[in-house]
């Protein structure tokens, strides 16, 4: 069974660049699958960020463009999300999920991540 | 961008009693729809798919339907365990997802 792991700093200073991992376990990374960074600011919706096939393959949320890269390791069998620039407004929860072309699953448990002073 | 409003924003239940959420696309996105059901410090879980797939372990209780625009979850007889944030989710040019219905404890 696949499990999916978020890790990364838990705080990030404005202006700075946001870090964050997921570990792929029970599984290989190289599938046909894509796999997704999806984040969740305080008392807002859930918000798309980017995928990544493991072949290098991105697409990203239009709104993050320019700010944010997603990599795959396959021989660590992770990806990652990079997110340049942060402000206040880029602090939420983050999650890393497993896509199946029309949902996803599974879903990383999330990790928050404060961008502040 | 397609945009999906959910309601009511909270549902006030008791256990045993019938819940049903409702999911509203801008635009029609045929059959691609997706819910899940979130609780605090947890990990979303996938309820259905393809607006009334249910998920590998759901339980028969959950059941959803619809097309195009409108899409109901129905969660038959609600367990203890139900009282969580519930999530539609679709893909058009990128995801999107509903802003949830949370369904309390009345």
Known sequence: QVHLQESGPGLVKPSGTLSLTCAVSGGSISTSNWWTWVRQPPGKRLEWIGEIFHKGNTNYNPSLEGRVTISVDTSKNQFSLKLNSVTAA???????????????????????????? | EIVLTQSPATLSLSPGERATLSCRASQ????????????????????IYDASDRASGIPARFSGSGSGTHFTLTISSLEPEDFAVYYCQQRSSWWTFGQGTKVEVK
């Open chain 1, 90 to 117: 880029d602090t939420a929860v983050y999650y890393c999920a497993r896509e199946w072309g029309t949902f996803f699953d599974p879903w990383g448990q999330g990790t928050l991540v404060t961008v502040s002073s």
């Open chain 2, 28 to 47: 029609s996105v045929s059959s691609h729809l997706a819910w899940y059901q979130h609780k605090p410090g947890q990990a979303p879980r996938l309820l």
